[in-house]
């Protein structure tokens, strides 16, 4: 079955990069998402690629698909203390020309120390 | 920004008692979703919910789930007779439909089953 795998914990310094990464399994796929969740809080919608793409900026964020590995990372530039959250990656499966169900990873926590 | 709200944020019921999550998505969105996240776990899709009527569900979604939409602002799940299984982060989502409109979550319901 479909799976999104990334790596349960980040630790960065304020001003670094950050890069999360993601693996996932359908290669059916056609959108990939980041999501940001802070503590006691919804799931944020960050940012999301289409699977032919390879890349999409966005201010401080930069997705980067590699979809032959498939392989999704998410770059924070100059990481901030307020970035600190859990990161979650998921994809979701189109059908009929509308998005299906999301499956997600389990979350890659982000601390960034001052 | 429009978001999707959902209510209570936190709900505590006995287990075998009847539980309704609520939730109010945006307004002009076609799709609407729950899922859950049990603690420590992956965020699971358990169902999606298109003109008025169900059009995917999850394993997880036997038959002591249901969903409604009663009214034209609010869509519902109902849980009939909880179990301490049940305990979990139920997020609702809504989307507008097309493969390329995102979905977007609320803030969560956190249900403690005692």
């Known amino acids: 079955g479909e799976d999104v795998e990334q790596s349960l914990f980040l630790s960065v310094r304020e001003g670094d990069s950050s890069v999360i990464n993601c693996t996932y399994t359908?290669?059916?796929?056609?959108?990939l998402y980041w999501y940001k969740q802070e503590p006691g809080a919804g799931l944020q919608l960050l940012t999301y690629i289409f699977s032919n793409m390879d890349m999409k900026q966005d201010q401080r964020l930069t997705v980067l698909l590699n979809k032959k590995d498939k392989h999704l990372s998410l770059r924070i530039a100059d990481t901030q203390t307020g970035d600190s959250a859990i990161y979650f990656c998921a994809e979701s499966l189109n059908y009929g020309g509308s998005q299906g169900n999301l499956i997600f990873g389990k979350g890659t926590k982000l601390s960034v120390k001052p | 920004e429009p978001e999707v709200t959902q209510t209570p944020s936190h709900q505590v019921t006995q287990m075998g008692q009847e539980v309704i999550l609520r939730c109010v998505p945006i307004?002009?969105?076609?799709?609407f979703y729950w899922y859950r996240q049990i603690l420590g776990q992956k965020v699971e899709f358990l169902v999606s919910?298109?003109?008025?009527?169900?059009?995917?569900k999850s394993e997880i979604f036997d038959d002591q789930f249901s969903v409604e939409r009663p009214d034209g602002s609010n869509f519902t799940l109902k849980i009939r007779s909880t179990k301490l299984e049940d305990s979990a982060m139920y997020f609702c989502a809504s989307s507008g439909g097309l493969s390329d409109q995102p979905q977007h979550f609320g803030d969560g319901t956190r249900l403690s089953i005692l």
């Open positions: 307004s002009n969105h076609l799709y």
């Open positions: 359908d290669s059916s796929s056609t959108y």
């Open positions: 919910f298109y003109n008025n009527e169900i059009s995917e």
